[in-house]
């Protein structure tokens, strides 16, 4: 059973950046691509950004386009979401995902089987 683990979550202030991380200890990471997805209390899990099992290929939701970057050292088995400019509305349980098939556009949930605990990320003065 594949295993995903975050972290990188914390208290920022608004503009303020983070690096979230997820790594699968153990497994042949890229097998896998990965998406990031958040959750804020009382709304759906969003998704946010993927990234193809290569690296060569990547997606963001509008939110968070030319603020986050999504990136994966497959050497380390390890998917990084580089988040600048965080805003309060950023402010969720971050969670890292996993399919070994090719998803069609990797910010919808059900595309993927292997999740993570999640990480929180609090945006906040």
């Known amino acids: 059973q594949l295993r995903l683990v975050e972290s990188g979550g914390g208290l920022v202030q608004p503009g303020g950046s983070l690096r979230l991380s997820c790594a699968a200890p153990g497994f042949t990471f890229d097998d896998f691509a990965i998406g990031w997805f958040r959750q804020a209390p009382g709304k759906e899990r969003e998704g946010v950004s993927c990234i193809s099992r290569s690296g060569g290929s990547t997606n963001y939701a509008d939110s968070v386009k030319g603020r986050f970057t999504i990136s994966r050292d497959n050497a380390k088995n390890t998917v990084y979401l580089q988040m600048y400019s965080l805003k309060v509305e950023d402010t969720a349980v971050y969670y890292c995902?996993?399919?070994?098939?090719?998803?069609?556009?990797?910010?919808?949930?059900?595309?993927?089987?292997?999740w993570g605990q999640g990480t929180q990320v609090t945006v906040s003065s």
């Open positions: 995902a996993a399919t070994a098939r090719r998803p069609r556009d990797g910010l919808a949930s059900y595309e993927y089987v292997h």
